[in-house]
């Protein structure tokens, strides 16, 4: 079964400093791969996806995402945050032989000035 | 357009209670889905529909009950509240299509707490 593991639960980071938030996925085939915004009180909302093609992919708000298919990995990154970026971050895979999406349990993302 | 809508935003049950959370969407989507939100755990699929009359279990589909008789309304009901459920509930949904390559839009949520 589809399973995404996201080994750290909270990072906090300097306002400024660079990003990365680590997700790795369990699936057979090539997966879709996504990543997810929580802010504090809303929804989720869609930062980027994989679904073939260029490995690295490029999202809102100046995220992009690595996939390597060796590694099972697909990181989020921005080169600078900012203290609007704290917020909880979910990566996620979509089952191609079906319609369901798997959620990672999220990492909590903390800026500090 | 609205997205999607869930009501009530938050609700207290007492244990053995029954209650429909709500969820509607103005996009034409063919999917639907519930999910669970709980710390550490991220989102669970609770059910999930492909369209009109069409519903099928996720990964934690006991003590939840749905059905779908329009495209654009998928109502969660708890027939029998317990505190196991206290959780935050999201409704999504998407265009439909062949495979899991389906960007979801999710409504606000709806805190629900058991007794």
């Known amino acids: 079964a589809q399973s995404v593991t996201q080994p750290d639960i909270h990072i906090t980071v300097s306002e400024g400093a660079s990003l990365e938030l680590r997700c790795n996925y369990s699936?057979?085939?090539?997966?879709?791969l996504f990543w997810y915004v929580q802010s504090p009180g809303q929804g989720l909302q869609l930062l980027l996806k994989?679904?073939?093609?260029?490995?690295l992919v490029q999202g809102i708000k100046g995220f992009e995402a690595e996939f390597k298919r060796s590694q099972s990995s697909f990181n989020l990154r921005k080169p600078s945050v900012h203290w609007s970026d704290a917020a909880e971050y979910f990566c996620a895979v979509g089952d191609t032989g079906g319609f369901k999406t798997i959620f990672g349990a999220g990492t909590r993302l903390f800026v500090k000035a | 357009n609205a997205g999607v809508t869930q009501t009530p935003k938050f609700q207290v049950l007492k244990t053995g209670q029954s209650m429909t959370l709500q969820c509607a969407q103005d996009m034409n989507h063919e999917y639907m889905s519930w999910y669970r939100q709980d710390p550490g755990m991220g989102l669970r699929l609770i059910h999930y529909s492909v369209g009109a009359g069409i519903t099928d279990q996720g990964e934690v589909p006991n003590g939840y009950n749905v059905s779908r008789s329009t495209t654009e309304d998928f109502p969660l009901r708890l027939l029998s509240a317990a505190p196991s459920q206290t959780s935050v509930y999201f409704c999504?949904?998407?265009?439909?299509?062949?495979?899991?390559?389906?960007?979801?839009?999710f409504g606000a949520g709806s805190r629900l707490t058991v007794l």
């Open positions: 994989y679904f073939s093609g260029d490995t």
């Open positions: 699936y057979g085939a090539t997966p879709y």
């Open positions: 999504a949904s998407t265009v439909t299509s062949l495979s899991g390559a389906n960007v979801l839009t």
